[in-house]
């Protein structure tokens, strides 16, 4: 029990790009327009906002790539995003998480599952759970992965399972797990969700959370006016 109070709280990490027309949810076009692409990723982003700051943490980091703006609450630090590829940036998120606080386990996501239930990660965070497990792991449909963490999060170590991974294609989520695995590392799965990529994927999202910013949005969009819904 004293090993479980003295457990220290996580790390919450929000990879994200600012909502910009033209850099944000592109691949939603040209079904939607790049100014409501823009739109539905800023939905997402505030859903995944706001299922993050209802999981306990000691820190809410939120890695950034532009600058931050009104949909930023309360409660998140600011950090931004260094260059390079996604495998990279990614390990130097947990880079700087360990440098913040090197004994709390660090866990990242996406802001392309604004379905996210918080307690999905509350659950297996929690100091009563934690034991055994050295990093967790959340599949997306598509072969990635939604979420990354590590109990003892180091650079190093970031680098050793980030560094070189094809990211974004339909064997990124394996190429990490084989990482995990050669370093020895006793992983927890979580449960695969889906990414919001194409508008087929917004659709699939919105009904299995119809009451989250991202759904009330796409019906917005879909009840306007005009060609570019």
């Not at 079904?31 to 409501?36: G, K, R, V, Y």
Request: proline share 11%; net charge neutral; charged share 20%.
């Amino acid at each position: 029990m004293r090993g479980v109070l003295a457990a220290p709280p996580p790390t919450l990490l929000l990879l994200s790009k600012a909502p910009q027309p033209g850099r944000s949810k592109t691949r939603l076009t040209p079904a939607f327009t790049f100014e409501q692409a823009a739109d539905l990723a800023e939905a997402a982003l505030a859903d995944t906002l706001a299922a993050l700051a209802l999981v306990p943490a000691g820190r809410r980091l939120l890695v950034l790539d532009g600058e931050p703006g009104r949909w930023l609450p309360p409660g998140w630090e600011v950090v931004p995003q260094c260059g390079g590829g996604l495998d990279r940036r990614i390990a130097a998120a947990f880079a700087h998480a360990a440098r913040l606080a090197p004994r709390a386990p660090a866990l990242l996501v996406g802001s392309d599952t604004p379905q996210l239930d918080p307690a999905v990660l509350a659950a297996p965070l929690s100091a009563a759970q934690r034991p055994g497990a050295d990093a967790w792991f959340g599949p997306a449909e598509d072969g990635g992965f939604w979420a990354l963490g590590l109990a003892r999060p180091d650079a190093r170590l970031a680098e050793r399972l980030l560094h070189g991974v094809p990211m974004s294609t339909a064997a990124t989520g394996r190429h990490v797990l084989d990482r995990l695995a050669a370093d020895g590392l006793a992983v927890r799965e979580l449960p695969t969700l889906l990414d919001v990529d194409g508008p087929d994927d917004a659709a699939r999202v919105a009904a299995l959370a119809p009451g989250t910013r991202f759904a009330a949005r796409l019906r917005e969009l879909a009840a306007a006016p005009g060609p570019a819904r």
